[in-house]
């Protein structure tokens, strides 16, 4: 066909335009069930076969479906947040009222297959017509006096028009529909999951800042009892200023760290707030005081690659999506044949009210109509052509959603695999720092050693001790990551209500 677009190189879903019209039109009369335009097919999708790293000890492919996997972190603090989140989280709760929207358009729909215009109709009308003005006053005054210029008229009927849906226009239309509110459902999931992903992040986020907060006002502590030892041997002529200033230094260096993680502290109760949807005093009575970062389980069970089609909202989502798309094509098709109606009408009218309902005065109508925009056939058909572009766009971003759906996990696990490998480095690393520091003291007090080896001791005992805390965190947020990519969290729905 003339005009044709270029569609990418990958082959087309499904739907061919340049149906021949007069075979169209053939098969219409022949059966009135057509519905003209495509049958939705599941796009192709690229999954792999299994993971990278199911080889690994701390990563299995046995089968589950993470539908509360927080509480694999055995914290009852964090369990009160997702429940809470759940309960009143404003976000969710628009979502929710969308799947409200789409249910009820849904309806709407529904209700264009039976006749689309059902009226009850009254009227009573008076009516005097002047005999000073035209046409009485050019009557003859003895014909003007036979004249009555007082009418009156009652009336009711009931009216019914009805578009058949001869080629499916209606059908494909609530096919459409039903779609959208799957989507919609699968777009409160998706939230869902995002949302109890993001509140433990911020959670394990907290409890980092609250962990590294501590090392750094302990370190603070070890610091100024290495200043006053220096200012004593100072006092004592035992050795320079210099390394009393060393000592304010390192001091000052680290109690500056203090302020900028107590900001960092707040801002994430305060974003945890609201993702709670409640003030951020009140968060207080949720997670108490300064904690520890969570443990973290042994081992994750990823099941496999294949499951992520079922259990993935967001991949639900984009399925149904492509769906409702392909719907549309069908209605953007149906507008190339006639549209036949049937019209009818049922009342009475009189010109008194006591007539009104006589035999004599029943009115009654039907109709069978018809009209074809044969004339806009071309315009027509470059819809069609739009509706299929987009369907086309729709398939391509299920097939993306699916290939990135992997790419999280696969990312996730690596985060967490390296982590938990940096964890075990970093706390031998730690170990080693903290005695070096109780040595180096001891030997700097006896006079044996320099204060440049007890600067050094304290500086890698505190970078040590918050980069440890922060690979920590990195373990836990890394496996939330990995349970967010695998779409757990959404399940909790299929028990609850939506808002």
């Known amino acids: 066909i003339a005009g044709e677009p270029v569609m990418p190189k990958h082959k087309r879903i499904h739907y061919k335009p340049g149906r021949p019209l007069l075979l169209a039109m053939l098969v219409g009369s022949l059966s009135a069930c057509t519905m003209v335009g495509p049958d939705f097919q599941t796009p192709t999708s690229q999954v792999p076969e299994s993971w990278s790293s199911v080889d690994k000890e701390a990563v299995t492919a046995n089968p589950v479906d993470h539908q509360e996997w927080w509480k694999n972190f055995n914290d009852p603090a964090l369990d009160k947040l997702i429940e809470q989140s759940y309960q009143e ?38 009516l005097q017509i002047s005999e000073n003005a035209e046409p009485i006053s050019n009557l003859p005054p003895a014909v003007g006096d036979l004249v009555d210029t007082d009418f009156n008229r009652f009336g009711t009927s009931l009216d019914a028009a009805w578009e058949l849906d001869f080629w499916g226009r209606f059908r494909r239309g609530v096919e459409s529909a039903d779609a959208n509110l799957a989507a919609s459902l699968a777009t409160y999931d998706d939230f869902l999951v ?12 907290l409890r980092t800042l609250e962990e590294r907060l501590a090392y750094a006002e302990n370190n603070v502590a070890i610091q100024a009892r290495s200043l006053e030892i220096a200012q ?16 304010r230094a390192l001091l000052g260096n680290t109690q500056s760290t203090i302020p900028e993680l107590q900001r960092g502290i707040r801002q994430t109760r305060l974003a945890l707030s609201l993702l709670l949807g409640m003030p951020p005093n009140d968060l207080q009575n949720i997670i108490g005081g300064p904690g520890n970062i969570p443990a973290t389980p042994q081992s994750i069970a990823l099941g496999a690659p294949a499951d992520l089609l079922r259990r993935r909202p967001d991949i639900r989502r984009a399925e149904l999506q492509a769906a ?28 008194s009210t006591g007539d009104l309902f006589d035999s004599g005065s029943d009115i009654n109508l039907a109709a069978f109509t018809f009209n074809w925009n044969f004339l806009n056939y071309g315009r027509v058909r470059n819809r069609v052509r739009v509706e299929d572009a987009r369907f086309q766009q729709a398939a391509t971003l299920y097939q993306n959603t699916v290939l990135n759906a992997a790419r999280e996990v696969e990312s996730g696990l690596t985060g967490y695999l390296r982590a938990q490998e940096r964890v075990v480095a970093l ?3 730690v170990d080693a720092s903290r005695r070096a520091v109780e040595l180096a003291q001891t030997q700097y007090r006896d006079g044996v050693i320099s ?43 299929e028990t609850g209500p939506l808002i």
Do not use: H
């Open 324 to 351: 409702a798309q392909s719907a549309r094509i069908g209605i953007a098709e149906a507008d190339k044949y006639p549209a036949f109606r049937l019209i009818g009408s049922v009342g009475y009218a009189a010109d």
């Open 194 to 205: 995002t949302l109890t992903g993001e509140v433990a992040t911020a959670y394990i986020l």
């Open 232 to 247: 004593t041997r100072f006092r004592n002529g035992l050795v320079t200023e210099l390394d009393v200033q060393l000592a």
């Open 89 to 126: 989280n404003l976000g969710l709760q628009i979502a929710g009222l969308r799947v409200y929207e789409a249910r009820a358009l849904l309806g709407f729909a529904t209700g264009t297959l039976y006749p689309q215009r059902q009226s009850v109709n009254g009227s009573a009308a008076s």
């Open 427 to 429: 706390t031998d690393s």
């Open 451 to 493: 204060y440049t080896l007890v600067l050094d001791a304290q500086q890698f005992r505190l970078l040590n001790e918050d980069q440890l805390t922060v690979a920590r965190g990195d373990v836990a947020r890394n496996l939330i990551a990995t349970y967010k990519a695998l779409g757990g969290g959404w399940q909790r729905r």
